[in-house]
């Protein structure tokens, strides 16, 4: 977890780090902000301190992004359609830089339509204690897919500062004015969505109401996700958030019951059960690192204005010893029932494991067994598209691998 914003040797760099609930929980909630310094001063932009205009121009649709310098930022709609238009499957306000939009419009079969269930999997409904929830419409099995959709806004989770912030700021006066500009730079991405799309935007929660977030960062920093394959690498490497209309609508969970991954052909998320669902069962989804033990989750989940009541919180004793023993154990089938049944099948650990095993009985040529992992990873498609056809005997027995261990 990075929280380099909030460590006053970095405050001053020009950053601000606005976060994104599934990877990057680096909310800094009022009470944070004390730990790092001691005092909280007023949350709002610093008095006599005037946000700079946002210099960043609007990309041109019809401009060979690999053609301008790769570092540089733009206002873009993608897939890259008239503004006022409609599209069934909707498009994304996207702040980007224009290397990460090279590599988009570059992937083979951008921009491809989505895939959507064969009817509606799901439904958003109030829940007793934590706002609106997700829930399943129909009883799913694992790998199932539960819904496909383009981001409402992508941007970068540290949203770079203009030039300008008075020597004499305290470090919490930077914060407040860096945020003040992150707002800017995202009514600019805000202003550009169709008046559905702000609408669904501004229907989102907000968790970030008092700590001195505009209302388009707020909404961004509560329901963000980690649109991973977007990520620029480089020290540090450069993560977007993604903020959806539905997914953003699923509740937390350290045990959850679903995954979501960022597919860059049809650059949409899609959401997919990670285990077996009954009907009307909620769908949640991580908001940080379900490894780490309980009490580090629930710091992490604090900017969310929620304490998680989930089983694994709920008894943290078990459930942190059997995910410590989990990470550290090395694959074998018994140590796969023991990740199901903390229900930790959206960990990436998980999907190694998997894979493994399937290459250990690969190796032993045992088919049986190894149809068995190929079967489970098949299932896997929150991991990626490549694993999607795994299951397949004679692709098993064409493997390299294929009986060289044989004791
Ligand atoms: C991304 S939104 C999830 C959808 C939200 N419940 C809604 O009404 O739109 C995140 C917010 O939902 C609430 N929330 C999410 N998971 C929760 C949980 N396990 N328990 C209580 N509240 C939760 C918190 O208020 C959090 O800031």
């Known amino acids: 977890m990075k929280r380099g914003f909030l460590n006053s040797s970095k405050a001053r760099s020009k950053m601000a780090s606005v976060g994104s609930p599934a990877i990057n929980p680096m909310a800094p909630a009022p009470e944070i902000l004390k730990a790092a310094y001691g005092v909280v001063e007023r949350p709002g932009v610093p008095e006599g301190y005037k946000t700079p205009t946002v210099k960043i121009k609007e990309g041109d649709p019809n401009i060979d992004p690999r053609t301008l310098p790769q570092e540089a930022y733009m206002f873009t709609s993608l897939p890259n359609i008239p503004l006022d238009e409609y599209d069934p499957d909707n498009w994304t306000s996207c702040l980007l830089q224009a290397a990460t939009k090279a590599q988009i419009v570059g992937t083979p079969g951008f921009p491809c339509p989505l895939l959507h269930p064969p009817k509606p999997r799901y439904h958003i409904k109030p829940t007793p204690s934590k706002g609106s929830g997700a829930f399943s419409s129909c009883a799913l099995k694992m790998g199932d897919l539960i819904l496909s959709e383009r981001a409402l806004l992508i941007a970068p989770v540290h949203l770079f500062a203009e030039d300008g912030l008075p020597e004499n700021f305290t470090d919490a006066q930077v914060q407040q004015a860096l945020f003040a500009q992150a707002e800017a730079k995202l009514q600019v991405a805000y202003d550009r969505m169709l008046p559905e799309n702000q609408k669904a935007y501004t229907a989102l929660a907000n968790s970030h109401l008092k700590d001195g977030s505009g209302p388009i960062l707020g909404v961004m920093r509560t329901n963000g996700i980690d649109a991973a394959p977007l990520t620029r690498p480089g020290n540090p490497p450069m993560p977007y958030s993604a903020t959806c ?104 650990l998980y999907g190694q494991h998997a894979v493994t095993l399937m290459e250990r009985y690969i190796g032993a040529g045992d088919l049986e067994n190894a149809m068995v992992y190929a079967r489970m990873c098949s299932k896997m498609k929150w991991f990626g598209r490549e694993a999607e056809d795994w299951a397949n005997p004679a692709k098993i027995k064409a493997d390299p691998k294929w009986r060289k261990d044989v004791k």
């Open 245 to 348: 209309k539905e997914i953003s609508r699923l509740n937390h969970s350290c045990s959850p019951n679903t995954a979501a991954e960022f597919d860059m052909p049809s650059f949409a998320f899609r959401l997919f059960a990670t285990r077996d669902i009954a009907a009307g069962e909620e769908l949640t989804y991580p908001y940080t690192d379900t490894s780490a033990p309980a009490a580090v989750r629930q710091k992490i989940l604090e900017p969310y204005g929620f304490r998680c009541t989930c089983r694994a919180c709920l008894d943290p004793r078990l459930s942190d010893a059997r995910r410590a023993s989990i990470r550290r154990a090395s694959p074998s089938p018994a140590l796969m029932s023991m990740w199901a049944e903390e229900g930790l099948q959206s960990s990436p």
